[in-house]
């Protein structure tokens, strides 16, 4: 796969695009995205929860793959052991306070509940990342820390993917590989959905747990690496007005009950690629101000931590406040979110970046469930945000 550098391409667009190392719209679309889903969780009724969650897979997808696409390109090979060090001082540090955090509050305070005794019999796929191929959704109405399975799906990607992509440099065994995962898990949630199989069956669990929207998310890095899929894609994306009009068009349809959530699927895709193959896009006002840039820089600690101030909202205010449950929620959310941001995770992420800066002077930002994935991609393996 051709790629084309600024020597030899000047200013043009695919050039600008290779040589950009943030994608601070990204930031703008995942705060929006976290706000979604804790509306979700306190009983806001914007519906479509689990768009805010494709738009999130579709982002790490996208920019997981690039970085590693771009360490290739100005390195000349990819470092598993790199990465998999960065990402696990990313995601585990919080993941597993954020575990610590409800085993006490569940010891202090539904010890002796069906609920409690459910959680504790789930902590060791909790603990492995491995919830959503054996928590199931139907052993009641409530489970704690169910939501966690978007964290397990980021793992099992960071294990599967890189060494698919550090394994050989032609560009249509990846492609090919991860096109056929999806194809595999879309029938697999085909057979279980109509009542074929049975979608209990850890088998077809493990199938159904492969995210479609993260592999359209990779296979999107590679249409943009190549200059002739870049310059498609930026006849329409390019424009100042697409992401506007995406936009637009998603909130139009949003409301209409009728319209199937696969039909948004597309417009995610256009919306993001709006933010990418321009820089400086028509929603740069919104997505790229200094206050929704600081949400999607914390989203991780927001959605590990949403639920503890949400149910404390409600002690506090009582159940039926819904909306004032929510306000407060993300009010202590984000307070706490950041005071974990820059006083615990961040000097995770500064021991992963001590090696690699030596290598590069660079920086494109990081990518993930909720907050994972960096925003900034940099050479090398050494995205940071």
Same mark, same amino acid.
């Given at each position: 796969m051709k790629t084309v550098s600024s020597s030899s391409e000047g200013r043009q667009p695919h050039a600008q695009y290779l040589e950009r190392r943030y994608f601070p719209e990204m930031d703008g679309l995942r705060a929006f995205s976290i706000l979604a889903v804790v509306a979700h969780h306190a009983g806001v009724g914007f519906g479509r929860p689990y768009l805010a969650v494709v738009l999130f897979f579709l982002i790490s997808g996208f920019l997981i793959t690039?970085?590693?696409?771009?360490?290739?390109?100005?390195?000349?090979?990819?470092?598993?052991?790199?990465?998999?060090?960065?990402?696990?001082?990313?995601?585990?540090?919080?993941?597993?306070?954020?575990?610590?955090?409800?085993?006490?509050?569940?010891?202090?305070?539904?010890?002796?509940?069906?609920v409690g005794?459910?959680?504790?019999?789930?902590l060791p796929y909790f603990?492995?990342?491995?919830?959503?191929?054996?928590?199931?959704?139907?052993?009641?109405?409530?489970?704690?820390?169910?939501?966690?399975?978007t964290v397990a799906t980021e793992?099992?990607?960071y294990l599967l993917w890189p060494p698919i992509l550090a394994l050989t440099r032609r560009w249509l065994v990846p492609v090919a590989?991860?096109?056929?995962?999806?194809?595999?898990?879309?029938?697999?949630?085909?057979?279980?959905?109509?009542?074929?199989?049975?979608?209990?069956?850890?088998g077809f669990r493990i199938l159904n747990s492969i995210s479609v929207p993260i592999g359209v998310g990779c296979l999107m890095a590679f249409g943009l690496q190549w200059k002739t899929g870049f310059d498609v894609v930026h006849r329409v994306a390019g424009r100042w007005w697409s992401g506007p009009l995406s936009l637009t068009l998603l909130a139009a349809a949003w409301p209409i009950r009728a319209i199937p959530e696969e039909v948004f699927f597309p417009l995610l895709g256009w919306l993001l690629l709006s933010?990418?193959?321009?820089?400086?896009?028509? =929603?740069? *006002?919104? +997505? $790229?101000?200094? %206050?929704?840039?600081?949400?999607?820089? !914390?989203?991780?600690?927001?959605?590990?931590?949403?639920? =503890?101030? *949400?149910? +404390? $909202?409600?002690? %506090?205010?009582?159940?039926?406040?819904? !909306?004032?449950?929510f306000v407060v929620a993300v009010i202590a959310t984000v307070i706490v979110a950041s005071l974990s941001y820059r006083y615990y995770e961040r000097p995770f992420m500064r021991l992963r970046l001590r090696p690699a800066a030596k290598r590069t002077p660079t920086s494109l930002d990081e990518a993930s469930a909720p907050g994972l994935v960096p925003t900034r991609v940099t050479s090398g393996g050494t995205g940071e945000r």
């Open positions: 690039t970085l590693l696409l771009r360490e290739r390109a100005e390195t000349g090979r990819i470092s598993l052991r790199t990465f998999w060090a960065r990402r696990a001082l990313r995601i585990f540090p919080l993941y597993y306070a954020a575990i610590a955090i409800y085993v006490v509050l569940v010891l202090l305070l539904q010890r002796d509940t069906a005794r459910q959680f504790f019999s789930n603990a492995t990342c491995t919830s959503n191929w054996f928590v199931n959704l139907d052993q009641g109405s409530r489970i704690i820390f169910y939501f966690s399975w793992v099992q990607f590989a991860m096109t056929a995962l999806m194809v595999v898990s879309a029938v697999s949630r085909y057979l279980t959905h109509s009542g074929e199989v049975d979608g209990a069956a850890v933010t990418v193959v321009r820089e400086g896009s028509g =929603l740069q *006002l919104l +997505l $790229a101000n200094p %206050v929704v840039l600081h949400l999607g820089k !914390v989203t991780y600690g927001i959605y590990l931590l949403h639920m =503890l101030m *949400l149910n +404390l $909202a409600r002690q %506090v205010i009582g159940p039926t406040h819904i !909306v004032a449950d």
